[in-house]
Nanobody, 115 residues
Framework: QVHLVESGGGLVQPGGSLSLSCAAS????????MAWYRQAPGKQREWVAD???????NYADSVKGRFTISRDNAKKTVDLQMNSLKVEDTAVYYC?????????WGQGTQVTVSS
């Protein structure tokens, strides 16, 4: 069983920055592809970014150039640095760990971008 806990959410003004972190336990993080998703009110959950086992990163077009995903396998953490935040980035952000045979989700952390 993989246990994921997100932290770092909060309220920020448009144009501001926020850093999210996902801590994993009971897992060898290096064997999982790690990703961040988000879900805005009334919308479906959408993929934001991921980092593969080999360290390659991928981003949704809506966040490319503004968000940076990174992983630290030794610390078992995956971070999402979010810059130039927009009102439309407001959502609950979820961490996901996946590999062949299974996927695990965290409980989510709220990010609100508002003036």
């Amino acid at each position: 069983q993989v246990h994921l806990v997100e932290s770092g959410g909060g309220l920020v003004q448009p144009g501001g920055s926020l850093s999210l972190s996902c801590a994993a336990s009971s897992v060898i993080l290096s064997t999982y592809t790690m990703a961040w998703y988000r879900q805005a009110p009334g919308k479906q959950r959408e993929w934001v970014a991921d980092v593969t086992i080999g360290g390659y990163t991928n981003y949704a077009d809506s966040v490319k150039g503004r968000f940076t995903i990174s992983r630290d396998n030794a610390k078992k953490t995956v971070d999402l640095q979010m810059n130039s935040l927009k009102v439309e980035d407001t959502a609950v952000y979820y961490c996901k760990a996946s590999r062949l045979g299974g996927a695990y989700w965290g409980q989510g952390t709220q990010v609100t971008v508002s003036s």
